[in-house]
C-alpha cells in the first residue's frame, strides 16, 4: 500500500503528467491519485466499493512507470521560446547568407508572440518598487481560485458530478460516507445529487444526468437499460487509506478515460435495498443540519416513496412544496400519479391531476396516458372522454402507445353500452360550430359496439375507412392577432434601430399578401451558395396557384442581394424585377430575416412558402399552444423536380383528434410523414345509433332526408319489377328503330321519375 511518505519520484510519472506551471502541487495531487488507486487494485475490505466501471478504469502502478524526456514537446511548451533558441544555435553553424535566410521566419514568429503579449500587458501598471501590479492581480486570482477549488465542499461537489455523470450510485454512497467522517459540510447541492441517485436506484433504473432527450414516462422500466450493477456488501467500514481527496481523484480519471452512459442502467435488488435505506438516511440527515429543500430534493423523496409503492407520501411530499414557498414541477408529480394509476385508484389518480392543474401545472402525454389507462380498466367512461379532449387540445398527435390505449378503450365492453341514445341534432351542430369545429364536447353520442381500424385520410379529407369528411378546425381570429402582436413585439425587442417598426409600416402600405416567401431557405436549398434561379421558380410556381395571381412577398436579407455573384446580369435582372413589383424586403444588416417573414404571413394571413421546421429558440419563445396550429393551416413545403417545384400544400384537413358530429373519433397518430396522405389515423366509429328524429346518429338532417327519399324510390321500383315480371310474357321486342314497346316506355318513363324524386341513379339488370 502506498503511502504519502513513499511516493515515487517525479520522473516515475509518463510525460504526459509532466505538463504543469506548478510541479510541486500536481507531485502531490497525483501521489493521493497513486495511493487511492492502489486502494481500488487492492481486494475490497470496505462493503461500498466503486462500481465496474470505476474499478476496470484504474491504471495499474507499472503504467505509471516511466522517466519524463528532457526533449518531450510538453517541455519545451513550457517554456514557450524553446524552439527559438535550438534554431538560433542551428543557424550560427551555417553561412552568413543561409543563417540570415533562416533567422527571418523565427524573428516573424517572435515578433507576432510579442505583439500577442504586448496587447495583454498594454494595461498593466507598475507599483513605487516597479513591481507590475497587473500581473500580481492575475496570480493572486489564481491563487484564490485555487484555494477556492481545493476545499473541501468543492472536491466532494466534483466526486459528485462524476458519479452523476456516470451512474455511480455506489460511488456517491461512499463519498458521503467519507465526507461525514472527515466532517465535511454538506450543503443543498451535494445532498440533491446525492438523493438523486439513491431515488433513481431504488426505482430500478439510473439515469447518468446529461445523456441526452429521450420520450418521458411514468414508469422508469420503459427506458433503455445496460448492465446491471451489483453490490458486495453492506456496511460502513472504511479503510485507514481511504481519503476524499483519492476517491474523487480516481472516479475524475475513471470518468474521463470511459465515454459517458448513454443509457439507463439497471441495478440489482440489493442494491435498490441499500439505496432506498440510505436515502431515506440522507433525508433525515438533511433536515437535521437543517439544509433548506428545493424542488429537486423533494422530487427526489418522492420518488423513494413511489419505490416503497406509497402513494399517499408521495403525494404528500408534493403538497408540502408549497408550505416552503416552493412551485412543484412536471416531474414532481410523477411518482404519485405512477402508483395511483398502477394501483387503480382513478380517484386518487385524478385528484393529483386537479392538484397539477391548481398550481399551473398541466400534463404531458405521458400523464395523460396514464390517467386514460387507469379509466379504461376502471370502465369510467366519463374519464376517458375528458382525458380524450385533453389530448385533443394539448397533445394533437398521439402517439403509438397511446394510440393503442385508445384503441382498447373502444374495443371494451363498457364503451359499446355507454353513450345517449337521441339527441338534439341542431345542438351539436351549434356546439360544434362555438368550438371552431372538429369537436362538440357534450359526450358520447350512439349506442353499440365500436368499429375500430387504421386508415388513411385522403388529399380531400375524407377517411378511407368510414367515408365521413374531417374539418379544418378555425383559428380564432382575435388570437391570430394577439398572436402577430406577440410576434411583432418579440421582434421589435430583438431588432435594432426601428428596423422592424419600418417594415410593419412597409406591409401595411404595400400588403395584403396571399403567399409569403422565405426567399433564404429556397435559395439554400440542398445546397451551400445561394441560387436567386431557385426563388424564381419557386415565385412563379407558388404565384400560379394564388387566386390572384399577385406576387408573393420575398422576404430576403440584404447580404444576399448584393456581393460579385448578385452582380451578374442574370441575378441582378431577377432582383431589380421583384424590386419593381414591389416585391421584395431586403432585411437590414444585423437583423434576423425568419422574424420579417414570420410576421408578414401571420399579418397577413396568407400561405408561407418554407421548409424551415421552426423549432429553434426564437420559435420556442411563441409558446405551444397556438403557434402549432397556426403553422398546420399556413405553412407550404417544397421541393424540386425536373419538372419544376413542387408544393405539399398544408393539409386538408386539421392534424388533431377529432369528435363528428355524428359521435364518431379520428384520431392521428404521430409519424415522421413527408405527405399527410401517409399519416395512419385511428378510425372508431359506430352506425347503429338514434337522434331524436328517431334516425341513424351516422345521418346529418339532409342524408336523412336523402335517406327517406331513397327508401320511397326502392318501393316504387319494387313494385316497377313485379309489374314487369308480370307483363312479360305478353311484352314484344323492342323495334328497330329502338323504340320502346308502349308498356315499355311507361315503365321507363316511371322508373325515370323515381331517380328524380330519389336523387339517385336505379342500376339494375331486367
Known amino acids: 500500500m502506498m503511502s504519502f511518505s513513499q511516493r515515487p519520484p517525479m520522473a516515475s510519472f509518463p510525460s504526459i503528467y509532466s505538463y504543469s506551471h506548478k510541479p510541486l502541487q500536481l507531485h502531490l495531487s497525483l501521489s493521493n491519485f497513486s495511493s487511492s488507486l492502489t486502494t481500488h487494485l487492492s481486494p475490497p475490505n470496505h462493503p461500498l466499493t466503486p462500481p465496474a466501471n470505476v474499478r476496470l478504469a484504474a491504471l495499474s502502478e507499472t503504467a505509471l512507470s516511466g522517466e519524463v524526456s528532457n526533449s518531450s514537446p510538453n517541455a519545451d511548451f513550457l517554456s514557450g521560446f ?108 451535494h445532498y440533491a445529487v446525492l438523493l438523486y441517485l439513491c431515488s433513481s436506484a431504488a426505482a430500478g433504473v439510473v439515469q447518468p444526468a446529461k445523456s441526452g432527450s429521450r420520450g418521458r414516462s411514468l414508469s422508469s422500466s420503459s427506458q433503455s437499460l445496460s448492465s446491471t450493477v ?324 420575398i422576404v430576403l436579407h440584404n447580404r444576399r442581394i448584393t456581393g460579385e455573384k448578385m452582380d451578374e446580369p442574370f441575378n441582378r435582372g431577377l432582383v431589380d424585377k421583384w424590386k419593381n413589383a414591389d416585391a421584395l424586403y431586403a432585411t437590414p444588416t444585423g437583423s434576423n430575416d425568419d422574424w420579417y417573414w414570420l410576421y408578414a404571413a401571420i399579418k397577413c394571413r396568407c400561405l408561407l412558402v418554407t421548409n424551415d421546421e421552426m423549432r429553434d429558440h426564437l420559435f420556442q419563445l411563441l409558446g405551444n399552444d397556438f403557434f402549432p396550429k397556426w403553422k398546420e393551416r399556413h405553412q407550404v413545403r417544397f421541393s424540386f423536380a425536373e419538372s419544376g417545384p413542387v408544393f405539399r400544400m398544408p393539409p386538408p384537413c386539421s392534424v388533431v383528434i377529432q369528435e363528428t358530429e355524428k359521435g364518431h373519433w379520428h384520431v392521428p397518430i404521430a409519424s415522421e410523414v413527408e405527405n399527410e396522405d401517409e399519416r395512419i389515423w385511428l378510425c372508431c366509429s359506430r352506425g347503429n345509433s338514434s337522434s331524436t328524429n328517431n334516425q341513424d346518429s351516422s345521418f346529418s338532417p339532409k342524408e336523412a332526408k336523402v335517406s327517406r327519399q331513397q327508401m320511397q324510390t326502392r318501393d316504387l321500383v319494387e313494385s316497377l319489377l313485379t309489374r314487369r315480371r308480370r307483363d312479360e310474357c305478353s311484352s314484344d321486342e323492342a323495334s328497330s328503330d329502338g323504340e320502346f314497346p308502349e308498356d315499355d316506355a311507361s315503365v321507363v318513363r316511371q322508373l325515370e321519375a323515381a331517380e328524380r324524386r330519389g336523387a339517385c341513379v336505379i342500376d339494375f339488370e331486367i
Open 230 to 553: 451489483e453490490v458486495v456488501d453492506c456496511g460502513s467500514g472504511f479503510s485507514g487509506e481511504d481519503s476524499l481527496d483519492g476517491l474523487v481523484q480516481s472516479m475524475r480519471k475513471a470518468a474521463g478515460n470511459l465515454s459517458s452512459r448513454s443509457e439507463g442502467i439497471q441495478v440489482s435488488e440489493e442494491l435498490k435495498r441499500v439505496a432506498l435505506e440510505k436515502g431515506f438516511e440522507i433525508y433525515k440527515e438533511m433536515g437535521l443540519e437543517k439544509v433548506p429543500m428545493n424542488e429537486a430534493t423533494f422530487t427526489s423523496v418522492a420518488r423513494m416513496a413511489m419505490a416503497l409503492g406509497d402513494g399517499e407520501m408521495a403525494f404528500d411530499i408534493v403538497k408540502q412544496m408549497k408550505e416552503y414557498g416552493i412551485n412543484p414541477r412536471l416531474r414532481s408529480y410523477g411518482p404519485a400519479l405512477a402508483i395511483f394509476c398502477g394501483n387503480g385508484d382513478v380517484e386518487s389518480a385524478f385528484e393529483v391531476e386537479k392538484h397539477m392543474l391548481e398550481n399551473g401545472v398541466y400534463p404531458e402525454e405521458p400523464e395523460l396516458e396514464s390517467l386514460l389507462r387507469v379509466s379504461t380498466e376502471a370502465g369510467r367512461s366519463d374519464k376517458v372522454y375528458y382525458i380524450l379532449h385533453k389530448l385533443r387540445t394539448s397533445v394533437r398527435q398521439v402517439s403509438p402507445s397511446t394510440a393503442d390505449s385508445i384503441e382498447r378503450w373502444f374495443a371494451s365492453k363498457v364503451a359499446s353500452r355507454v353513450g345517449r341514445r337521441k339527441w338534439d341534432q341542431e345542438l351539436i351542430v351549434r356546439a360544434m360550430e362555438n368550438g371552431g369545429g372538429g369537436w362538440h364536447g357534450t359526450g358520447w353520442l350512439g349506442r353499440g359496439k365500436w368499429r375500430v381500424s387504421r386508415s388513411r385520410v385522403g388529399s380531400d379529407g375524407v377517411c378511407e375507412c368510414c367515408g365521413e369528411k374531417l374539418v379544418t378546425i378555425d383559428l380564432d381570429p382575435v388570437e391570430t392577432e394577439n398572436f402577430a402582436k406577440s410576434v411583432a413585439s418579440i421582434a421589435a425587442e430583438r431588432e435594432r434601430n426601428s428596423s422592424f417598426q419600418k417594415f410593419q409600416k412597409w406591409l401595411d402600405y404595400y400588403g395584403p399578401f396571399e403567399a409569403v416567401v422565405d426567399a433564404a431557405n429556397v435559395g439554400l436549398y440542398s445546397q451551400r451558395k445561394f441560387k436567386p434561379s431557385k426563388v424564381n421558380l419557386v415565385v412563379n410556381g407558388i404565384r400560379k396557384m394564388l387566386p390572384s395571381k399577385k406576387w408573393p412577398l
Open 82 to 189: 524553446s524552439s527559438f533558441s535550438d534554431s538560433t544555435k542551428r543557424a550560427a553553424a551555417k553561412s552568413p547568407e543561409t543563417s540570415r535566410r533562416d533567422a527571418e521566419k523565427p524573428t516573424e514568429r517572435r515578433v507576432v508572440l510579442k505583439d500577442r503579449y504586448s496587447k495583454r500587458r498594454k494595461d498593466v501598471k507598475l507599483g513605487r518598487n516597479g513591481e507590475k501590479i497587473g500581473s500580481l492581480r492575475e496570480s493572486k486570482e489564481k491563487r484564490v481560485k485555487k484555494l477556492r477549488d481545493d476545499q473541501p465542499g468543492n472536491v466532494l461537489r466534483v466526486g459528485l458530478d462524476s458519479c452523476s455523470k456516470m451512474g455511480d450510485v455506489v460511488g456517491a454512497i461512499k463519498l458521503y460516507d467519507l465526507a461525514r467522517r472527515e466532517g465535511i459540510e454538506i450543503g443543498q447541492y
